[in-house]
């Protein structure tokens, strides 16, 4: 029965592992996800400076009008851009939390296994001890019995 706690202890182990690698995985994305709503907002603040220039000055020359409104097209390809990879973060996080929650889910699994085996082999350890004294007792006793005779 020793092996197979050992075993069990191992799985354990290894679902421990696991869940650690998902829990880093699950920070990793979270940070991922936090970077690309800043890349959001950083977008979305430069349109509204470059709106309100405009507002501003609107005189000037050409050039530099044109300018302004290439920069402008550049600023919400960006945003477009900055809102698909805060979505695709969003999608890893969840991704991520789902593997979290099956590997949290296994690592009790595990330890409820590992507890159920620790328990038997306690049991049985036990009895054996129990059969043991049980034994002797008996063995003393047939030893007085005969010496009585």
Known sequence: MTPVVKLRERRLDMARQAAAQAQEAVATAAGLLARAEAA???AGDEARQLDAWFAEQL???AAVVQAGLARRETLA???VQAIRDRDAAHDTLDAARAIL???????MRAEGRCDAMRDQLSGARAQRLLDR???EQLELEDLTRRRAW
């Open 40 to 42: 959001v907002l950083h």
């Open 77 to 79: 390809a960006a945003k």
């Open 101 to 107: 929650a099956e590997a949290v889910a296994l690592v």
């Open 59 to 61: 005189t000037g020359s």
């Open 133 to 135: 004294e049980e034994r």
